[in-house]
């Protein structure tokens, strides 16, 4: 069993959850904005993922635009974003996935298939 973090209202999100009922994989979901992660379950998902912190962050989001984030994230320091990003789940980019291992954050299908399958 995977689990799953996502925000129901996006429409990506509702594309990876229709993808993994397709495929038959079960899994746990969680919305992002009802259950912000915890800075540890972050920093855990960063380092396991390989991707650059920026990735995390859901910049296309109002709660990004609104505080400016595109100017202030290149001067913070990785705790800085850490605790930023557990601090409001609807800055954290959507979905991710995690199955042992393996951390998945946004919908790439082609990825999907690849680690998942």
């Excluded at 990876?16 to 979901?29: F, P, R």
């Excluded at 609104?66 to 409001?88: G, H, I």
């Amino acid at each position: 069993m995977i689990d799953f973090f996502w925000y129901p209202r996006c429409g990506t999100c509702q594309k990876a959850k229709k993808w993994l009922e397709a495929n038959n994989i079960s899994y746990n979901a969680t919305d992002l904005k009802e259950v912000k992660p915890s800075r540890g379950q972050l920093e855990y998902w960063f380092k396991k993922s390989g991707l650059p912190l920026k990735k995390f962050f859901n910049t296309s989001g109002q709660v990004y635009k609104s505080m400016e984030l595109k100017d202030k994230l290149p001067s913070m320091s990785q705790d800085e974003q850490l605790d930023l990003l557990a601090s409001d789940g609807m800055l954290v980019k959507r979905p991710i996935v995690i199955s042992g291992d393996t951390v998945l954050v946004g919908f790439k299908e082609t990825d999907w298939e690849e680690k998942l399958r």
